[in-house]
């Protein structure tokens, strides 16, 4: 079957700020490159959505912790439970890739909270709470444990965690029996560079790490020797242009379906990035750096077929959408911009 005769949702977390629904469900147009609201879960400031590996469960996170649902048919949700984190509310949140494990990102307090993922899907018990310690290279508000991302290797051994505060990304071996963290390896980042999101390439041997606050994508190898993590950085390149705007933060990271591409968008400058992936070497090569026309892009995603890209606007409370020319490096709007209140994430779903 083509693509663009598959069917897909999107969802997009939002804060709820004077409303009380923080997941909206979209179905994508495929062929004109668009949403249209299908449903809305009430849920409080969804800062962020991850499905399991599995297809069958999305989590996400809320004030009062993280809320499981099971991915009906159509694409709707219905809710499993709520459980907590013993902490301030969480940033990022993923599984391992059995979908035993849901680890939970603390910006706000530098903590990694490991919870067990019953069979049914519903959030258990905490195995595991680890707390970053230290300071960065200057002791003021973004130079302290901030921790924005969690993610396994695709060999499901150890779980990578970026802390913005501290500029680096510690790697922790997973025990998958009882479900602790113990530390493996640091991968150090330049100073002052604020390392937020992290993305596995296809075949798990290659590892992206955007940073915030110095508009860079690094590039690492991946290997495992005799239980050990490897790591190896073999490029680093911009998310902006030369010419970009001052009080620019880079913002998104995301794959396309096919790992071909890389998308990420950077705040301030108000524009999004879009990368080849070599698929030999996993080397970036830029295609293009355009305005997205709205106000801090904090996600960005090409559509599953790579002809159309959805920009959320969190300051300007929109969604654009844009018909992607790869061949020429363009973007071009196609449509107009969707209202939806402080958008943080979206991620598309196959039916």
Not at 2 to 16: C, D, I, M, P, R
Not at 212 to 228: A, Q, S
Request: glycine fraction near 8%; hydrophobic fraction near 35%.
């Amino acid at each position: 079957m083509a693509l663009n005769e598959q069917k897909y949702v999107a969802y997009v977390s939002t804060y709820t700020m004077g409303h009380s629904h923080g997941i909206s469900i979209y179905d994508v147009d495929m062929e004109n490159g668009r949403f249209s609201l299908k449903d809305r879960v009430e849920i409080t400031n969804s800062s962020y959505l991850s499905i399991s590996h599995n297809r069958k469960r999305l989590y996400s996170i809320t004030d009062f912790g993280v809320e499981s649902y099971e991915i009906l048919p159509d694409g709707g949700l219905r809710t499993i439970n709520l459980a907590g984190i013993n902490g301030m509310r969480g940033h990022y949140l993923s599984t391992d890739y059995e979908d035993k494990f849901l680890f939970v990102a603390g910006w706000h307090d530098g903590k990694i909270t490991v919870l067990r993922i019953r069979e049914d899907g519903s959030v258990g018990e905490i195995t595991d709470e680890v707390f970053h310690k230290g300071l960065g290279s200057i002791a003021e508000r973004n130079f302290r444990p901030h921790v924005s991302c969690v993610k396994m290797t695709r060999d499901n051994r150890y779980l990578c965690a970026a802390d913005m505060g501290l500029d680096h990304t510690k790697v922790y071996q997973l025990d998958h029996a009882t479900g602790k963290l113990h530390l493996a390896d640091v991968i150090r980042s330049e100073l002052e560079s604020g390392p937020s999101h992290i993305k596995f390439g296809k075949d798990g041997n290659i590892l992206y790490i955007v940073h915030e606050l110095k508009k860079i994508i690094d590039v690492y190898t991946y290997r495992e020797e005799n239980n050990n993590p490897f790591f190896e950085k073999i490029q680093t390149i911009p998310t902006v242009n030369d010419y970009h705007a001052t009080g620019t933060a880079a913002s998104a990271l995301n794959l396309s379906e096919d790992f071909s591409y890389l998308v990420s968008s950077n705040a301030g400058d108000n524009s999004v990035v879009i990368y080849r992936i070599d698929q030999e070497t996993g080397l970036l090569s830029k295609i293009l750096c355009l305005p997205i026309s709205g106000e801090y892009p904090k996600d960005a995603a090409l559509f599953p077929d790579n002809r159309h890209l959805v920009s959320l606007n969190h300051e300007s409370n929109t969604m654009t959408f844009f018909t992607v020319d790869m061949e020429r490096g363009l973007i071009v709007m196609n449509g107009k911009e969707i209202r939806v209140d402080q958008p943080n994430c979206v991620i598309f779903h196959r039916l």
